[in-house]
């Protein structure tokens, strides 16, 4: 029974060897798109699994009021850890980390790595597994560091050579290397190379983090087991008021299984993430999966007719309804396993493309338990979604009326076909009009006016010895003909940067809290940036003459008051006794940073060159960006023997801002294409089918005279009203889908009503490609041919 199962499957499929195509490689097609997404998606909720005790340990975050709104953020005070522990129940562990990027050099070996100074407890909160050394004797010494093993190898050659040899930290000191450990897997939150003594940050900074009011480190915490994070949360909520009063910090946990997907604050609450992106894929995995499973359903029933003597010879020979209906959904099954297998192979294929498409190290692992219950699932899911109406129509057949030689009716499956395609090509017009918009979303954000000239500027990373010997080094750097400007700065124009609201000024209501962000930068910066600047001027060159003088944003000038903000004077208190009073010597026009989507806080620019971190220098236009670069780091070699040449274009950084949004773009962009090729599958062969069905009517129209042009025309207008029909569908579906999208941003496009006229002419342009062919072939055919009898 079993073989004469297979032995029929096997005949039908080669009998039909292009619907049998058609069919097994639009599922499996569409199984392998969904396969991709799925394993993107597996990435992305595997984030921070790794932690053994992940569902106990959450970082802590402060809500903070401004201005009617409450804003989010991850830096607390240092002295918050220790002391939660031990006054507040339900605190099993606290964990301080203040994130660092240093030079770490051996010999003529010189890196840079990112890593954390933290607390010890950071051994036994989380899970890190040594390879040499142990979390005991890790931090015994003070200026110890535990590295990676990809680092031990960078410095050592191997990880069992590293311990207790020295490296050299920012050519300033030596730190013993106390232990190796695991390399952190790409899906954790926490990243880094190395760790230190949180004490030795501490110790070197012990004036402005023995301050409550200084929110400069992130605090972790690990529960009690059984401890309710709503308990905590009460107790932490006006904590940091009892430690300083005034403060407007409100604490609150912020779980570890929510830092990756569910990161995004709204008024102090969570509000979205990267959740987002995982159920609207999940969602287009699913639909491109419904849309496979829609062709095999579409061209199983339009083979009916095909099929009809065989139901009827085996109704005649004493099969039975349920018998037919076991036989079909078998052959659908199988057919859905063998696309499952093709799907593999394509997935295989397609995964180094992906992987560069979502920056990721993806890796299909098709044996892998999981990998193979879903794959068997999928297989199930499409063989009975797909085989389940094909196999009940086809087994209804009346063998009498077969015989007979009655043609089989056939308006019900006309219908459902006729609905199925509407419903495949809605999906796929609906994902086009999403990819334009996203596009243009993307494109609209990145062409705002940002207030200052992100071309051609580069960022240079510099150490003490360059800020002493600026006027030298700029001099050199100006010597070499290709650069316009260059200026300081400690931070990148396009971040937050440090921020407060600790300023006050004439006028100012007492109650009202303003957020502003704090830039330290020298005379050039603002020309070098091409910020706009209202009135005023710009600092001196000399530095100490403008001490005590600050540069401001136009919206923190219209704070000031009424009239030109120049003169005015702002106050701030460094501690109980003493205060420091600034005078506003210049004004600029606003700029965007930090949330490129939205309106950027106020900037208060001190004439401060001794905080810089970055050298901006304009390069000019016209010079060879390889060649200028080139003598660029020359200079910078000479003034920095023992730092390697570090930079980065602000135009680099402005683009990874938008990666999340890019991926987004990109992803539907592949899948609305990939929809549409699965769509048009389909529909070839049912235009194939069409055109085999009316055959003989063709031949005689073209005997009575109809042209080659009116037969495609008719064969092709059934078809493209379907597309109408389906766009007119879509056309709203893809209006609310897309304006509930763009909600979530602050600076977005307005949906225009040429989008979806181009996508519905696209995918009917898409449609006549894809029928024509066989439209064209079906009018071309010689009449006599067609009406030969059989």
């Keep these: 029974m079993i073989q004469l199962f297979f032995k029929t499957l096997f005949r039908n499929l080669w009998k039909n060897k ?12 569409g199984i392998a798109c969904a396969s991709l997404i799925f394993l993107w998606v597996e990435n992305e909720i595997s984030f921070d699994q790794q932690y053994s005790k992940r569902d106990r340990l959450y970082r802590i975050m402060e809500n903070q009021a401004y201005d009617g709104s409450v804003r989010t953020f991850g830096s607390t005070p240092a002295p918050m850890g220790p002391a939660m522990k031990t006054e507040i129940s339900g605190i099993a562990n606290t964990c301080r980390m203040d994130d660092a990027r240093f030079l770490f ?49 960078q410095f050592f050659g191997s990880e069992n050579q590293a311990v207790g040899k020295m490296l050299r930290v920012n050519n300033e000191r030596s730190y013993v290397v106390s232990g190796v450990i695991k390399d952190v897997p790409s899906n954790s939150t926490l990243q880094f190379d190395w760790l230190a003594p949180f004490e030795i940050t501490y110790k070197q900074r012990i004036a402005d983090l023995a301050v409550w009011g200084n929110n400069s480190v992130n605090t972790y915490v690990e529960l009690q087991p059984g401890a309710s994070p709503d308990a905590v949360n009460k107790q932490l909520y006006g904590y940091i008021q009892t430690k300083a009063s005034g403060a407007i910090a409100r604490p609150l946990l912020f779980s570890m299984n929510d830092w990756h997907l569910r990161q995004g604050f709204e008024n102090g609450k969570q509000a979205g993430g990267r959740i987002q992106y995982i159920r609207m894929f999940t ?23 095909k099929r009809a003597k065989e139901v009827g010879v085996r109704k005649v020979l004493g099969a039975v309804k349920s018998r037919l209906i076991t036989q079909f959904i078998g052959e659908a099954l199988l057919m859905s396993v063998i696309a499952v297998i093709l799907s593999v192979i394509i997935v295989v294929l397609l995964l180094p493309g992906f992987n560069q498409l979502v920056q990721q190290q993806l890796t299909a692992e098709v044996f892998k338990p999981v990998h193979m219950a879903a794959l068997l699932v999928i297989a199930l899911v499409c063989g009975l979604f797909s085989g389940s109406y094909p196999s009940f129509y086809l087994s209804s057949f009346n063998p009498v009326a077969i015989f007979k030689g009655h043609k089989v009716k056939s308006s019900g499956p006309e219908y459902v076909r006729k609905g199925l395609a509407v419903l495949q090509f809605s999906i796929s017009i609906t994902l086009i009009i999403s990819t334009i ?29 360059t800020v002493r010997n600026f006027t030298a080094v700029k001099q050199e750097l100006l010597n070499t003909g290709v650069i316009d400007n260059l200026g300081l700065s400690d931070y990148n124009p396009l971040s937050d940067g440090d921020n407060g609201s600790g300023f006050r000024w004439q006028g100012k209501d007492p109650n009202k809290e303003i957020l502003m962000s704090y830039r330290y930068v020298n005379s050039g910066l603002i020309p070098t940036l091409n910020l706009k ?26 704070l000031l008051g009424e009239g030109s903000a120049l003169g005015k004077t702002m106050q701030t208190d460094v501690n109980e006794t003493r205060t420091l009073t600034f005078t506003v010597v210049g ?21 401060t060159p001794s905080e810089a971190k970055y050298i901006y220098a304009r390069i000019k236009p016209q010079a060879d960006i390889a060649n200028a670069l080139n003598r660029i780091e020359g200079v910078m070699k000479n003034s920095e023997p023992a730092y390697p040449f570090v930079y980065n274009f602000v135009d680099d950084q402005f683009n990874q801002r938008f990666k999340s949004e890019a991926l987004v773009g990109k992803l539907s962009g592949v899948f609305a ?19 085999e069905r009316r055959n003989r009517e063709i031949g005689i129209r073209k005997v009575l005279g109809a042209s080659v042009a009116g037969i495609t025309t008719l064969l092709s207008k059934e078809f493209i009203q379907l597309v109408i029909i389906a766009a007119i569908i879509a056309f709203p579906i893809a209006w609310w889908s897309m304006h509930q999208w763009l909600d979530g941003y602050a600076y977005r496009i307005t949906i225009n009503w040429w989008v979806f006229v181009a996508a519905g002419l696209l995918a009917i342009l898409i449609a006549l490609l894809t029928i024509s062919f066989q439209s064209i072939k079906a009018a071309l055919t010689n009449p006599v041919k067609t009406l030969r009898a059989d």
């Design 587 to 607: 004004v600029v026009k606003d700029f965007v940073y930090g949330d490129m989507y939205g309106t950027s806080d106020p900037v208060i620019f001190f004439c």
């Design 673 to 691: 294409s990939l929809a549409i090729v699965i769509s048009c599958l389909g529909l070839f062969g049912l235009a194939a089918y069409t055109a």
């Design 437 to 465: 918009i996203i596009y243009q979303q993307i494109q609209h954000v990145k062409n705002r006016e940002l207030g200052y000239n992100r071309n051609n500027l580069v960022a240079i990373d510099i150490h003490s010895t």
């Design 533 to 558: 600047l209202k009135e005023g001027r710009d600092f001196k060159t000399d530095s100490k003459s403008d001490s005590t003088n600050i540069i401001i944003t136009e919206s923190l000038a219209q």
């Design 18 to 29: 292009t619907y049998s195509f058609l069919n097994i490689f639009g599922l499996a097609m």
């Design 283 to 305: 969602f287009i995995a699913w639909i491109i999966l419904l849309i496979a499973c829609i062709n095999f359903m579409n061209l199983a029933t339009a083979r009916s007719e």
């Design 105 to 153: 050099s051996r010999g003529d070996k010189a890196l840079y790595e990112q890593g954390v100074y933290a607390d010890p407890s950071v051994f036994n909160m989380f899970t890190i597994e040594f390879v040499q050394g142990n979390a005991q004797t890790a931090f015994r010494e003070l200026y110890s560091v535990v590295i990676t093993q990809k680092m031990a190898r």
